[in-house]
């Protein structure tokens, strides 16, 4: 089986912007479970808004699970992770700017 990565954009962007529905057909076909999470209100996102979208969205927190992030997704992740507790392993994360 494969990895469950979920993909969170950021400001002002959506799932079907930039490298991210490429990003997403990649992984599914290297047989990945791959979620495109919509952050709410992305052009005047509130922090608690955010963050309950990924409390709400991430399933399961485990080895399997992946991260990879953009622009203000990749500092919601951060916060997400960080109020957990205890944190509980998970596969990794990529941030990019």
Known sequence: MGKQV?????YGASP???WFPW?????????HQVSVLHMPNSSDPK???WLKTLANKI?????NAYFVAHSLGS???????????PLLGFGGFI???
């Open 6 to 10: 979920y993909i969170i954009h950021g």
């Open 16 to 18: 079907s912007n930039h």
């Open 23 to 31: 990003l997403k057909e990649k992984l599914i076909a290297d047989n």
């Open 47 to 49: 922090k608690e808004e």
């Open 59 to 63: 399933k399961n927190l485990d080895n």
């Open 75 to 85: 500092i919601t992740l951060l916060n997400y992770l960080e109020q957990l507790d």
């Open 95 to 97: 941030l990019v700017s």
